[in-house]
DNA sequence: CGCAGGTAGTTCAGCGCGCAAGTTTCGCGG
DNA sequence: CCGCGAAACTTGCGCGCTGAACTACCTGCG
């Protein structure tokens, strides 16, 4: 089980822990957003939104508070608040002191959903994550996260270069 | 910032090491993502896909035991292979065996596009991944992927219904 | 031999996502 | 007061990905 186009100056070793952590981060996402789409309707990323919602000082936030909690483009705050409210579990609303801005609102609907989501999103990490870890393992991985989440968040990426080479995608 | 719908049968530690975990897999893989696909003008898992061919028995691999080796869905294979036969970097050939069948083999070109990818995905890992772990901590995020991952391969996911009667034992 | 049942790939419809461009509003200098 | 740049969303579009339905083929049983 590859990843990344495998070797080229990298150890076996670095490949290995790669491959290993790649392979799990992967396999786990797409197994909880399975279980929990079909347990609770729900994309994980959704939940999200309404835990964060949810647990916000009013069970509102301006959508821009909102994407950098979530750490999601503008683009896809609106389009997801919009499904959101088409479901009827959030309400947007007008932002009085900003007119260009705009307040996302967990409906008492979307609490429920909520709390049922909560649950079954809960049980899969239970089982698919927790379950399988020591206490010293957790803290281990809880730094390493937060050693790699440190250094993304602070570098922001080089701007546009340039590449040359034809691309797969024409159609 | 938040994952999953936040607290409710979970402990305030583990849900801060689900919070970072997931998000800093989310943003590693998004940087990755995109800076490949700039310096590269390559997907991730497409760069995958060239690896596992290149390095196969004949830089031709059957599309079965491609998609079992790169974890991915049968119709993820098809619409890959087919953007890259587009872009002139792989071939699909007929299997004798099996008429059914089908090889998926790497051009020249194809290499030549693998090993200049295959520079910026390193240089991508090095940079994000690599560059903040000890050895020690690699050794940490590897066995606990790797113990992540071989529950995640076990355990086959529940069919349509949350059925709870009792099988004996998964597998 | 003929037909069911499984396997290998493909096609289709639809999802979540983010970039780029567009619209409205704010803030500020003149 | 006007105008100009920036900010807060929104819209449009294309991407990578998947599950389900479909086609073509192989296998095994009688």
Redesign the interface.
């Known amino acids: 089980?590859?990843?990344?186009?495998?070797h080229?100056?990298?150890s076996d070793?670095?490949l290995?822990?790669?491959r290993?952590?790649?392979?799990?981060?992967?396999?786990?996402?797409a197994?909880l957003d399975?279980?929990l789409q079909?347990?609770a309707r729900l994309p994980?990323s959704y939940?999200?939104l309404?835990?964060?919602l949810?647990?916000g000082p009013a069970r509102a936030m301006r959508m821009s508070d909102l994407a950098e909690?979530?750490?999601s483009a503008p683009s896809r705050l609106t389009h997801a608040v919009s499904q959101l409210e088409a479901a009827g579990w959030v309400r947007r609303e007008r932002c009085n002191d900003d007119r260009r801005g705009c307040y996302a609102r967990i409906t008492d609907e979307g609490m429920d959903v909520?709390r049922t989501?909560?649950?079954a999103?809960?049980a899969g990490?239970r089982t698919?994550?927790?379950?399988?870890?020591s206490p010293e393992?957790?803290?281990?991985?809880?730094?390493?996260?937060?050693?790699?989440?440190a250094?993304?968040?602070a570098?922001a990426?080089p701007a546009?270069?340039p590449?040359e080479?034809?691309?797969?995608?024409?159609?």
Chains 1, 2 share one sequence.
């Open positions: 089980m590859p990843a990344m186009g495998s080229t100056d990298l070793t670095e290995a822990v790669w290993a952590y790649s392979s799990a981060a992967r396999l786990l996402f197994r399975r279980e079909r347990d994980r939940l999200d309404l835990g964060v949810a647990d909690v979530t750490m909520l989501a909560r649950a999103g809960c990490l698919h994550f927790f379950e399988h870890l393992q957790l803290q281990q991985l809880r730094e390493v996260s937060e050693t790699l989440l250094h993304l968040t570098s990426e546009c270069e590449a080479a034809g691309s797969p995608q024409g159609g």
